[in-house]
């Protein structure tokens, strides 16, 4: 199952994520099928940038988000 989920990166004390789509089977620094997007909460205010177009085109195609990216996309 695909799942939309985020990413770490960044240095220590300065975590910056991206939005990507990845199988849950595997660790979320494993391979990923798309990256749709980042949120960087380090800034004020945090900044989030999302495809929503394509966040829509992998949940029709079955894809879950996570709670933390459902709730930045409502957000967003």
């Known amino acids: 199952m695909l799942k939309i989920r985020l990413r ?3 240095s220590t004390h300065s975590p910056f994520y991206r939005v ?3 199988d ?6 494993a391979a990923t099928v798309e ?7 380090t800034k004020n205010p945090a900044e989030v ?7 829509e085109y992998w949940v029709g195609k079955g894809a879950q ?8 996309f409502k957000k967003a």
């Open 8 to 10: 770490r990166s960044g």
């Open 20 to 22: 990507v789509v990845s």
């Open 24 to 29: 849950s089977r595997l660790t979320p620094s």
């Open 35 to 41: 990256q749709i997007g980042h949120y960087n909460p």
């Open 49 to 55: 940038k999302l495809d929503k177009a394509r966040i």
């Open 65 to 72: 988000m996570t709670p933390t990216v459902k709730s930045l």
